[in-house]
């Protein structure tokens, strides 16, 4: 991704043609949601963390030329934040939510992709479409045992705490910690300045949220295909869960955010794979 395409995502230059709209999520709350439209089977693409449907903007153009994307700013995040403070935030409710997106667009089919907290909110999603769901993909996600294994209670809280502070320096200090040092500056700087633009106690409350559920738990149950293509730099530097049935690639010379990151080598196997795998 260039400096220029960094600059445009961060003017909100959405670069391509989408369908824009507000869907209500089962408790009233609204997701904004793009549908981006293209000619084959549909996939919904989930945001991480404190992040954005504008952290998928490099996949757009090329994948939307074989496959209809649908992104989404899931609630609490991005352009619908509104009354968020009044949800008891879950892995599972953010499921329903992007089950409530494909209800109203009428998508009988998918295949949900879903990048880092994105990824557990997939699972939770896959488990109550049912057949509906042709494939499960991540991206950087799934088997961090610090993030998807449920955490001790006090645990949770003094991760929590970490962000007390000053929320935004916070942010883009983990932001630099968790990138390749190849990554090109002013990309690194936007990341960190759309994450640290969530309110700070959504933000929490949501953390608190991911780290107390357990894919361990969930995943017995999926009965999808499922895939993951995580950064090579943080699976050699973190603790790994084993979860059967994951199908495991990886992008060189990527942080945790390889569609950003590294976006051609993304997009390449990102398209091999949905290719393959919704035939």
Do not use: K
């Amino acid at each position: 991704m260039s400096r220029d395409h960094a600059q445009a995502i961060s003017a909100g230059d959405d670069l391509f043609t989408a369908r824009s709209l507000i869907i209500s999520a089962p408790d009233g709350l609204p997701i904004a949601v793009r549908d981006h439209g293209g000619p084959g089977p549909a996939v919904l693409m989930i945001h991480g963390w404190s992040c954005n449907q504008d952290f998928w903007a490099p996949q757009i153009r090329p994948l939307s030329e074989h496959f209809r994307l649908v992104t989404l700013d899931l609630p609490g995040h991005g352009a619908a934040h509104a009354g968020a403070g009044d949800r008891a935030w879950s892995i599972a409710g953010y499921g329903g939510d992007v089950v409530a997106v494909a209800d109203s667009l009428g998508i009988e089919r998918l295949a949900l992709m879903g990048h880092s907290m994105g990824g557990a909110v997939a699972v939770e999603a896959a488990l109550q479409l049912g057949d509906r769901c042709r494939l499960l993909m991540g991206v950087d996600t799934f088997n961090e045992a610090a993030f998807y294994g449920r955490r001790p209670t006090g645990e949770i809280r003094e991760r929590c705490a970490s962000f007390d502070g000053d929320f935004g320096a916070t942010i883009r200090g983990m932001v630099r910690a968790i990138t390749d040092e190849s990554a090109d500056p002013a990309i690194v700087q936007w990341i960190g300045d759309a994450m640290a633009a969530m309110p700070r106690p959504v933000a929490v409350a949501v953390l608190e949220a991911l780290l107390a559920w357990d894919i361990e738990d969930r995943w017995h149950g999926l009965a999808v295909p499922a895939v993951t293509i995580n950064s090579a730099l943080l699976a050699a530097r973190n603790e790994l869960l084993e979860l059967p049935d994951l199908e495991l690639h990886h992008v060189a010379a990527a942080g945790h955010f390889p569609m950003l990151e590294q976006p051609d080598a993304f997009n390449a196997l990102a398209l091999a794979i949905l290719s393959q795998r919704l035939a």
